[in-house]
């Protein structure tokens, strides 16, 4: 797998934004040895500096990913982070249709790998973590995905963390029983694979497409954002004349 040049968001003497691909990991890690690319790296080269990361943003998960030009501004950054002083915002496909808003309140946790988490406390208590969401869209297509039902249900759902815990939102749709398309960890195989075959979707259809923060320095409002990746329309501009014959 190779990579374009990163789309840079937004940039100042600071810190700077970009808009991540899906399948990109943000730096090296243990778990993916054999990896070649890495957004820092890509950054790096890309600005000629090097660049800290602020936060995290999953390696299937496309969207806004922030990185500070220096040590010290990437720990203010985090800072925020850890304070719950961003708001961000997310688009994702899921399955089954999802009510009109609600809010997840359901404590997480948390996630270790084998590898890169062996010495954290594997009986740590769950932690408090919260999710809102509003649906955008909802589709019903002619395809019986499941045995149970001659036809699949689809929501498009617009969703606001308010706490960051890891794979919060892709574990918060899997307990609600509406499982992010494209999640191989915690989603739907089928619907997975109904996807690849359909319409040519082979990534998480999750991305953070919003993100609104005071900057560190001015105190100014930052406000980024990025548009939904196209796969996540192509469930519903589907129409019957799409059918093959």
Known sequence: MSFSPLDILYQDEYLVAINKPSGL???????????????????????????????RLDRPTSGILIFALSSAMARRLSDG????????????????????????????KEELDDIADALADQDKEAQSAVTDFVTLERVELPFAVSKKHATSRF???????????????????????????????????????????QFDSHRLLLAAT????????????????????????????WSPDLLET
Not at 25 to 47: K, N, S
């Open 81 to 108: 982070f850890a304070e719950r002083a961003v708001q961000k915002t997310y688009h994702a496909v899921v399955r089954g249709y999802l009510p009109d808003e609600g809010c997840v309140d359901y404590p997480l």
């Open 25 to 55: 990991l943000v730096h090296r890690t243990a778990l993916a040895r054999g990896e070649r690319f890495f957004a820092m790296q890509l950054l790096r080269d890309q600005i000629g500096c090097h660049v800290y990361p602020v936060h």
């Open 155 to 197: 929501s498009l759902v617009e969703l606001s963390p308010k706490t960051g815990r890891k794979h919060q939102i892709r574990r918060h749709m899997a307990h609600l029983r509406h499982p992010i398309i494209g999640d191989t960890n915690h989603g739907d195989g089928r619907q997975n694979k109904f996807f690849r075959e």
């Open 210 to 237: 919003g993100m609104e923060f005071a900057h560190p320095v001015t105190g100014e409002r930052v406000s980024l954002s990025c548009p939904m990746p196209e796969e996540f329309r192509r469930p519903f501009d």
